[in-house]
Protein backbone atom coordinates (compact mmCIF):
# COMPACT_ATOMS: atom_id res chain seq x y z
CA UNK A 1 0.00 0.00 0.00
CA UNK A 2 1.22 3.60 -1.08
CA UNK A 3 2.38 5.60 1.75
CA UNK A 4 0.04 8.56 1.51
CA UNK A 5 2.41 11.82 1.38
CA UNK A 6 1.97 14.26 4.09
CA UNK A 7 0.95 17.92 3.67
CA UNK A 8 -1.03 19.98 0.85
CA UNK A 9 -0.45 20.35 -2.95
CA UNK A 10 0.88 24.13 -2.44
CA UNK A 11 2.37 24.76 -6.13
CA UNK A 12 3.92 28.18 -6.45
CA UNK A 13 7.54 29.93 -5.97
CA UNK A 14 8.32 31.66 -2.65
CA UNK A 15 10.96 34.65 -2.84
CA UNK A 16 12.36 34.49 -0.22
CA UNK A 17 14.81 36.47 2.02
CA UNK A 18 17.19 34.10 3.36
CA UNK A 19 19.12 35.25 6.42
CA UNK A 20 22.68 34.95 7.37
CA UNK A 21 23.84 31.78 9.72
CA UNK A 22 21.21 29.65 8.04
CA UNK A 23 21.61 27.03 5.20
CA UNK A 24 19.38 27.34 2.22
CA UNK A 25 17.91 23.75 3.19
CA UNK A 26 17.08 25.11 6.51
CA UNK A 27 15.30 27.77 5.26
CA UNK A 28 13.61 25.29 2.90
CA UNK A 29 12.61 23.15 5.26
CA UNK A 30 10.70 25.87 7.66
CA UNK A 31 8.84 27.31 4.67
CA UNK A 32 7.79 24.30 3.93
CA UNK A 33 6.37 23.74 7.41
CA UNK A 34 4.64 27.14 7.00
CA UNK A 35 3.06 26.39 4.17
CA UNK A 36 2.20 22.90 5.01
CA UNK A 37 3.59 21.95 1.24
CA UNK A 38 4.17 18.50 0.38
CA UNK A 39 6.98 18.67 -1.93
CA UNK A 40 9.41 21.90 -1.95
CA UNK A 41 13.04 22.77 -3.44
CA UNK A 42 15.75 25.40 -4.00
CA UNK A 43 17.10 27.05 -7.48
CA UNK A 44 20.60 27.08 -6.06
CA UNK A 45 21.98 27.32 -2.65
CA UNK A 46 23.15 30.26 -0.77
CA UNK A 47 25.82 30.23 1.46
CA UNK A 48 24.93 29.99 5.10
CA UNK A 49 26.91 32.89 5.82
CA UNK A 50 24.97 34.64 2.52
CA UNK A 51 21.57 36.56 2.78
CA UNK A 52 19.06 37.62 -0.22
CA UNK A 53 17.21 35.95 -2.79
CA UNK A 54 16.49 32.39 -2.84
CA UNK A 55 13.95 31.35 -4.51
CA UNK A 56 11.93 27.94 -3.19
CA UNK A 57 10.02 25.94 -5.05
CA UNK A 58 6.82 23.83 -4.22
CA UNK A 59 4.96 21.48 -5.37
CA UNK A 60 4.74 21.74 -9.27
CA UNK A 61 6.99 24.21 -9.64
CA UNK A 62 9.91 21.87 -8.74
CA UNK A 63 9.53 20.66 -12.32
CA UNK A 64 10.84 23.68 -13.53
CA UNK A 65 13.31 24.65 -10.77
CA UNK A 66 16.09 23.44 -12.61
CA UNK A 67 15.69 27.23 -15.18
CA UNK A 68 16.78 29.26 -12.36
CA UNK A 69 20.19 27.47 -12.18
CA UNK A 70 21.15 28.72 -15.29
CA UNK A 71 19.99 32.58 -14.53
CA UNK A 72 22.27 35.33 -14.08
CA UNK A 73 22.61 36.60 -10.80
CA UNK A 74 23.58 39.95 -8.69
CA UNK A 75 25.41 40.06 -5.94
CA UNK A 76 26.46 42.48 -3.08
CA UNK A 77 29.60 41.73 -1.41
CA UNK A 78 31.91 43.07 1.25
CA UNK A 79 35.95 42.56 0.88
CA UNK A 80 37.84 42.55 3.30
CA UNK A 81 41.73 43.31 2.48
CA UNK A 82 44.75 41.77 4.18
CA UNK A 83 43.64 38.44 5.46
CA UNK A 84 43.24 34.94 3.69
CA UNK A 85 40.61 31.98 4.98
CA UNK A 86 40.53 28.73 3.80
CA UNK A 87 37.09 29.32 3.22
CA UNK A 88 37.01 32.31 1.14
CA UNK A 89 34.67 34.04 3.81
CA UNK A 90 35.00 35.35 7.53
CA UNK A 91 33.48 31.80 8.32
CA UNK A 92 36.68 30.35 7.72
CA UNK A 93 40.43 30.13 9.59
CA UNK A 94 42.80 32.56 8.37
CA UNK A 95 45.66 31.43 6.52
CA UNK A 96 47.58 33.87 5.67
CA UNK A 97 47.74 37.92 6.10
CA UNK A 98 49.66 40.55 4.27
CA UNK A 99 49.85 44.30 4.84
CA UNK A 100 47.43 46.67 2.66
CA UNK A 101 49.24 48.91 0.14
CA UNK A 102 47.58 52.45 -0.06
CA UNK A 103 44.91 52.56 -2.99
CA UNK A 104 42.61 54.88 -3.88
CA UNK A 105 39.41 54.04 -5.58
CA UNK A 106 41.22 54.99 -9.05
CA UNK A 107 43.71 51.87 -8.38
CA UNK A 108 40.68 49.87 -7.65
CA UNK A 109 39.11 50.20 -10.41
CA UNK A 110 42.19 49.63 -12.48
CA UNK A 111 42.15 46.07 -10.87
CA UNK A 112 38.63 45.71 -11.08
CA UNK A 113 38.95 46.25 -14.55
CA UNK A 114 40.90 42.85 -15.34
CA UNK A 115 37.74 41.19 -13.60
CA UNK A 116 34.87 42.18 -16.14
CA UNK A 117 33.86 40.13 -19.01
CA UNK A 118 35.24 36.41 -19.55
CA UNK A 119 37.20 35.10 -16.88
CA UNK A 120 38.83 31.68 -15.65
CA UNK A 121 37.62 31.04 -12.16
CA UNK A 122 39.00 27.64 -10.35
CA UNK A 123 36.04 26.73 -8.12
CA UNK A 124 36.73 26.55 -4.27
CA UNK A 125 36.89 23.82 -2.20
CA UNK A 126 34.62 24.96 0.17
CA UNK A 127 31.45 23.91 -2.70
CA UNK A 128 29.11 21.97 -3.57
CA UNK A 129 30.74 20.91 -6.33
CA UNK A 130 31.36 16.69 -6.59
CA UNK A 131 34.71 14.67 -6.97
CA UNK A 132 34.22 11.33 -7.73
CA UNK A 133 30.87 11.29 -5.92
CA UNK A 134 31.39 13.07 -3.07
CA UNK A 135 30.74 17.20 -2.71
CA UNK A 136 34.30 19.03 -2.14
CA UNK A 137 33.20 20.98 0.58
CA UNK A 138 33.00 17.41 2.76
CA UNK A 139 36.41 16.75 1.45
CA UNK A 140 37.81 20.09 3.16
CA UNK A 141 36.54 19.47 6.26
CA UNK A 142 38.58 16.18 6.37
CA UNK A 143 41.69 18.71 4.90
CA UNK A 144 41.59 16.82 1.47
CA UNK A 145 42.64 19.16 -1.78
CA UNK A 146 41.41 17.85 -4.63
CA UNK A 147 42.52 19.62 -8.67
CA UNK A 148 39.68 21.44 -9.57
CA UNK A 149 39.70 22.42 -13.29
CA UNK A 150 39.07 26.05 -13.77
CA UNK A 151 36.09 27.27 -15.92
CA UNK A 152 35.02 29.96 -17.83
CA UNK A 153 32.29 32.44 -16.28
CA UNK A 154 31.39 35.97 -17.05
CA UNK A 155 31.23 39.15 -14.74
CA UNK A 156 28.93 41.43 -16.78
CA UNK A 157 29.22 44.31 -14.65
CA UNK A 158 31.11 45.46 -11.14
CA UNK A 159 30.32 48.29 -9.75
CA UNK A 160 32.52 49.65 -6.80
CA UNK A 161 30.14 51.07 -4.18
CA UNK A 162 32.64 52.36 -1.27
CA UNK A 163 36.28 52.44 -0.54
CA UNK A 164 37.98 51.76 2.45
CA UNK A 165 41.86 51.40 3.91
CA UNK A 166 41.81 47.74 4.30
CA UNK A 167 37.95 46.99 2.90
CA UNK A 168 35.80 47.84 -0.24
CA UNK A 169 31.89 46.97 -0.99
CA UNK A 170 31.14 45.48 -4.45
CA UNK A 171 27.75 45.31 -6.74
CA UNK A 172 28.21 42.48 -9.64
CA UNK A 173 26.62 41.00 -11.97
CA UNK A 174 27.35 37.64 -12.84
CA UNK A 175 26.54 34.53 -14.98
CA UNK A 176 25.63 31.17 -13.36
CA UNK A 177 28.50 28.89 -11.66
CA UNK A 178 30.43 31.80 -10.84
CA UNK A 179 31.72 31.79 -7.02
CA UNK A 180 31.80 35.60 -5.45
CA UNK A 181 34.45 34.25 -2.64
CA UNK A 182 36.73 33.42 -5.86
CA UNK A 183 36.16 36.47 -7.34
CA UNK A 184 37.47 38.18 -4.26
CA UNK A 185 40.23 36.31 -3.29
CA UNK A 186 41.09 36.79 -7.16
CA UNK A 187 41.17 40.40 -6.63
CA UNK A 188 43.45 40.66 -3.13
CA UNK A 189 45.78 38.38 -4.95
CA UNK A 190 45.90 41.16 -7.71
CA UNK A 191 46.25 43.41 -4.65
CA UNK A 192 48.91 41.52 -3.21
CA UNK A 193 47.53 41.92 -0.39
CA UNK A 194 45.00 38.51 -0.06
CA UNK A 195 40.93 38.97 0.86
CA UNK A 196 38.15 37.35 1.78
CA UNK A 197 34.50 38.72 2.06
CA UNK A 198 32.90 39.10 5.49
CA UNK A 199 29.27 39.61 3.52
CA UNK A 200 27.16 38.53 0.70
CA UNK A 201 23.56 39.26 -0.18
CA UNK A 202 22.04 38.44 -3.80
CA UNK A 203 19.60 40.73 -4.98
CA UNK A 204 18.80 39.30 -7.96
CA UNK A 205 18.56 35.91 -10.00
CA UNK A 206 17.06 35.27 -13.32
CA UNK A 207 13.74 37.34 -13.53
CA UNK A 208 13.13 38.04 -10.14
CA UNK A 209 14.53 40.71 -7.36
CA UNK A 210 15.25 41.92 -3.87
CA UNK A 211 12.45 44.45 -3.99
CA UNK A 212 9.67 41.08 -3.77
CA UNK A 213 11.84 39.45 -1.07
CA UNK A 214 9.44 38.05 2.26
CA UNK A 215 11.52 37.20 5.35
CA UNK A 216 10.11 33.84 7.26
CA UNK A 217 8.71 35.99 9.83
CA UNK A 218 6.77 37.81 7.45
CA UNK A 219 5.72 34.62 6.45
CA UNK A 220 4.74 33.20 9.65
CA UNK A 221 3.03 36.37 10.55
CA UNK A 222 0.69 36.14 7.70
CA UNK A 223 -2.87 35.07 9.77
CA UNK A 224 -3.31 31.92 7.71
CA UNK A 225 -2.61 28.86 5.48
CA UNK A 226 -5.06 30.94 2.47
CA UNK A 227 -2.68 34.05 3.23
CA UNK A 228 0.44 32.28 2.77
CA UNK A 229 -0.14 30.88 -0.42
CA UNK A 230 -1.65 33.79 -1.43
CA UNK A 231 2.22 35.68 -1.58
CA UNK A 232 3.01 32.50 -3.28
CA UNK A 233 4.50 33.43 -7.53
CA UNK A 234 2.50 31.29 -10.12
CA UNK A 235 4.48 28.20 -11.45
CA UNK A 236 5.63 29.29 -14.66
CA UNK A 237 7.19 32.35 -13.53
CA UNK A 238 10.41 29.94 -13.54
CA UNK A 239 9.68 29.51 -17.62
CA UNK A 240 8.39 32.80 -18.75
CA UNK A 241 11.47 33.54 -20.58
CA UNK A 242 10.36 30.86 -23.00
CA UNK A 243 8.32 31.38 -26.69
CA UNK A 244 4.58 30.54 -25.64
CA UNK A 245 2.35 28.71 -27.85
CA UNK A 246 -1.96 27.94 -27.18
CA UNK A 247 -3.57 24.92 -27.98
CA UNK A 248 -7.09 24.41 -28.61
CA UNK A 249 -9.27 21.64 -26.34
CA UNK A 250 -8.46 18.52 -29.12
CA UNK A 251 -4.56 19.51 -28.88
CA UNK A 252 -4.25 20.01 -25.52
CA UNK A 253 -6.05 16.63 -24.63
CA UNK A 254 -3.38 14.31 -26.77
CA UNK A 255 -0.52 17.00 -25.61
CA UNK A 256 -1.89 16.15 -21.98
CA UNK A 257 -2.38 12.39 -22.50
CA UNK A 258 1.35 12.00 -24.04
CA UNK A 259 0.57 12.53 -27.17
CA UNK A 260 1.89 14.88 -30.63
CA UNK A 261 -0.40 17.37 -31.75
CA UNK A 262 -0.68 20.09 -34.54
CA UNK A 263 -0.41 23.17 -33.15
CA UNK A 264 0.43 26.82 -34.76
CA UNK A 265 4.09 27.07 -34.15
CA UNK A 266 4.88 30.25 -35.27
CA UNK A 267 8.43 30.73 -36.38
CA UNK A 268 9.95 28.38 -33.52
CA UNK A 269 12.36 25.75 -34.81
CA UNK A 270 12.33 21.96 -34.53
CA UNK A 271 14.30 20.91 -30.88
CA UNK A 272 12.81 24.65 -29.59
CA UNK A 273 11.18 24.43 -26.28
CA UNK A 274 7.89 26.61 -25.20
CA UNK A 275 5.22 27.48 -22.63
CA UNK A 276 1.80 25.59 -23.41
CA UNK A 277 -1.30 27.30 -22.33
CA UNK A 278 -5.01 26.26 -23.19
CA UNK A 279 -7.58 29.07 -22.01
CA UNK A 280 -4.56 30.58 -20.62
CA UNK A 281 -4.08 28.03 -17.99
CA UNK A 282 -0.71 26.52 -17.55
CA UNK A 283 -0.20 23.19 -19.07
CA UNK A 284 3.46 22.67 -18.75
CA UNK A 285 6.36 22.74 -21.70
CA UNK A 286 6.21 21.18 -25.26
CA UNK A 287 8.95 20.44 -27.31
CA UNK A 288 8.33 21.76 -31.13
CA UNK A 289 9.39 18.10 -33.50
CA UNK A 290 8.31 19.98 -36.85
CA UNK A 291 7.28 22.69 -38.45
CA UNK A 292 3.17 23.11 -37.23
CA UNK A 293 4.09 20.07 -34.39
CA UNK A 294 4.75 20.03 -30.82
CA UNK A 295 5.21 16.66 -28.38
CA UNK A 296 5.14 17.49 -24.70
CA UNK A 297 7.90 17.41 -22.84
CA UNK A 298 7.05 18.23 -19.02
CA UNK A 299 3.84 18.93 -17.89
CA UNK A 300 1.80 19.33 -14.82
CA UNK A 301 0.10 16.59 -13.28
CA UNK A 302 -3.16 18.74 -12.85
CA UNK A 303 -3.24 19.30 -16.53
CA UNK A 304 -4.68 15.63 -17.78
CA UNK A 305 -7.82 16.13 -15.74
Known amino acids: MARRRRGLPVDGVLLLDKPGGMSSNHALQRARRLLQAQKAGHTGTLDPMATGLLPLCFGEATKFSAHLLEADKVYRTRV ?39 IEQVPPMHSALKHQGRKLYELAREGKTVARAARRVTVYDARLLAVEAAAFELEVRVSKGTYIRTLAEDIGRALGCGAHISALRRLKTGPFDAVDMLTLEALEALPGQTEREAVLRPVDVLVAHLPRLDADAPAAHRLTHGQPARLATADLAAGETARLYRDGTFLGLVTVTAPQEVAPKRLLSTAAR
Open 80 to 118: ELGAVTDTGDAEGTVVERHAVPRFNAADLEGVLERFRGE
